[in-house]
């Protein structure tokens, strides 16, 4: 582990499912001068994830897990995290859901990315669903994951004005442009009290 002048950076692993652009934002402020992370694993149930080339890019150890059984699946990711000594995980578009005993024994150590102003629109199609109610805001919360989907503590949210001509697919764009600021804010935020 690398050290800080009187203090050990902390280890982090990402999970992620696909594009992997918060996963590749995290790396580049996890390289800053200052940073107190590091970013050593990185967890993908999806052999395809885009993520996976840029882990490889920036030489993070990359685990594939197969989820045809999520008992195995966990208790492979739970084997890597304790041999990389991780002490925190962001999930970051991980499309699977944890257990609660998985979470347990992560207990206030795992944090997520939703990109909607949570309590509201959780789960998938957040935009989308925003748009069709007529709102004037979207949006993105960093919060603790605890068992009931989308519902931990919320850490940091960032709200972004729709306009009337805003597609799903413009809004998510303008929103992933904030995830980037929001994420790695909401996890300085974590570090600090940790
Ligand atoms: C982000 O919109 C995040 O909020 C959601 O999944 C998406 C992941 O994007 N949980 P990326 O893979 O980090 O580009």
Same mark, same amino acid.
């Given at each position: 582990m690398q050290k800080l002048i009187g203090f050990k950076k902390i280890n982090v692993a990402v999970f992620i499912s696909g594009t992997g652009s918060n996963l590749k934002n995290l790396i580049n402020h996890s390289l800053k001068k200052n940073s107190k992370f590091n970013i050593c694993l990185v967890i993908s149930n999806n052999s395809k994830a885009k993520g996976l080339i840029i882990a490889k890019k920036y030489e993070i150890y990359s685990k594939i897990i197969n989820y045809k059984n999520i008992l195995d699946a #966990? =208790? =492979? $990711? &739970? +084997? #890597? &995290? +304790?041999?990389k000594k991780i002490n925190l995980i962001c999930l970051a578009g991980f499309m699977k859901i944890l257990t609660y005993s998985f979470i347990k024994s992560f207990k206030g150590k795992i944090l997520n990315i939703h990109p909607s102003l949570l309590p509201q629109y959780k789960g998938l199609n957040t935009h989308q669903r925003a748009i069709d109610n007529n709102e004037k805001f979207a949006g993105c919360t960093v919060h603790y994951v605890n068992s009931k989907l989308d519902s931990g =503590? $919320? $850490? %940091?949210q960032k709200k972004v004005r729709i306009l009337k001509n805003d597609t799903s697919n413009k809004l998510s764009k303008k929103v992933l442009k904030q995830e980037h600021i929001l994420y790695p804010k @909401? %996890? +300085? +935020?974590? &570090? @600090?009290n940790l």
């Open positions: #966990e =208790k =492979k $990711i &739970l +084997k #890597e &995290l +304790k041999r =503590k $919320i $850490i %940091l @909401a %996890l +300085k +935020k974590v &570090l @600090a």
